[in-house]
Nanobody
Framework: QVQLVESGGGSVQVGGSLRLSCTAS????????MAWFRQAPGKERELVSS???????YYSDFTRGRFTISKDNTKTTVWLQMDSLKTEDTAVYYC??????????RGQGTKVTVSS
C-alpha cells in the first residue's frame, strides 16, 4: 500500500520560511516523479513544484526564487523549502507521486498559513 505522509506545515508571518517534508512508502521511490501541489480555500489545486526520478526540477512561476524542491532517494523523502512566504501562499500543500502520466498517489496534506 502506497503512503505519502507530509509534515512541516504551520503558521508563519509574511517573509518567513517553512520546510515541508513528504516521506513515501510502498513504492519504488527511484522510479517516481514527485511533486508538491497546493489548494487554497475556494481555489483549484495547483502544481507548485516537481522533481523527476532523475532529478529534473520544475517550478511554477509564482515560486521562482522562493521555493526549492529536493529529494533523497535513500530516505524516500522529498522536501519543499519555502522562503519569503507571502499571504497568498496560504494553502494546504500536498505531496504527489507519478510513475508515468498521471499523479497516481497523493498524501493527506499539510496546512500552511501565512499571516501579515
Amino acid at each position: 500500500q502506497v503512503q505519502l505522509v507530509e509534515s512541516g506545515g504551520g503558521s508563519v508571518q509574511v517573509g518567513g520560511s517553512l520546510r515541508l517534508s513528504c516521506t513515501a512508502s510502498g513504492l519504488t521511490f527511484d522510479d517516481y516523479d514527485m511533486a508538491w501541489f497546493r489548494q487554497a480555500p475556494g481555489k483549484e489545486r495547483e502544481l507548485v513544484s516537481s522533481i523527476t526520478n532523475y532529478g529534473y526540477k520544475y517550478y511554477s512561476d509564482f515560486t521562482r526564487g522562493r521555493f526549492t524542491i529536493s529529494k533523497d532517494n535513500t530516505k524516500t523523502t522529498v522536501w519543499l523549502q519555502m522562503d519569503s512566504l507571502k499571504t497568498e501562499d496560504t494553502a494546504v500543500y500536498y505531496c504527489a507521486a507519478k510513475r508515468w502520466k498521471t499523479w497516481d498517489y497523493r498524501g493527506q496534506g499539510t496546512k500552511v498559513t501565512v499571516s501579515s
